[in-house]
């Protein structure tokens, strides 16, 4: 079954295609459909935004559409960036900017809990949808680490290891990360809807 993917980002779709290879599913592009729109983000929650662009895409391609909403809650913060990890800062501010923008909010704070939180919404064309969360716990570091990943992955110091998420390989990354997690149960629960037609197994 084709899948297609609502989010444009480089880093995501390549972790969504090295962590879900289920059999008989294939995850196409928006750019591979032609697809050019973009999808006001208005929600209040992670599940919020991910139906908003999981519903916008598969309007436009006619497929099921895969989205996902994530960021880095952090507990000194009250739980910011939130839903507004991506454009914390500003929108003109890339990612490393973004990382040192945090740090600097977070300077003089000993309290560094954070967390990765990834919904994962997938809407058919029948307007019937499936949600999975994943959550990766840890702390914020006190520098830029590492060269892997994107976003927040350099200054998130993954707990019970001594590596920021930047610092880990890709397939340990995968193993443990929100989106590994969120994408890991959205296999689970999508795999009865087709093991009938033996499109999973």
Not at 106 to 120: H, N, P, S, Y
Not at 178 to 193: K, N, Q, S, V
């Amino acid at each position: 079954m084709k899948f297609v993917l609502a989010t444009t980002n480089p880093g995501k779709i390549r972790e969504m295609r090295e962590i879900f290879t289920a059999p008989g599913i294939e995850l196409l592009t928006r750019q591979e459909l032609g697809i050019d729109l973009n999808v006001d983000e208005t929600g209040a929650t992670f599940l919020e935004n991910a139906l908003l662009k999981a519903a916008a895409i598969c309007n436009a391609a006619g497929l099921a559409a895969i989205a996902d909403d994530s960021g880095l809650m952090v507990g000194a913060l009250g739980g910011a960036p939130g839903v507004y990890s991506s454009s914390y800062g500003g929108e003109s501010l890339d990612d490393g900017e973004r990382c040192l923008y945090l740090l600097d909010k977070m300077k003089g704070l000993e309290q560094r809990d954070a967390k990765f939180v990834c919904t994962i919404v997938c809407m058919f064309p029948d307007g019937s949808t499936l949600a999975a969360r994943g959550e990766c716990l840890g702390e914020i570091a006190y520098a830029p680490r590492g060269a892997g990943g994107f976003g927040y992955d350099p200054i998130f110091l993954v707990k019970g290891r001594p590596a920021t998420m930047a610092e880990l390989p890709p397939d340990e990354k995968n193993a443990i990360s929100h989106r590994g997690m969120a994408l890991r149960e959205f296999a689970r629960l999508i795999a009865p809807t087709f093991a009938a037609a033996g499109d999973l197994r």
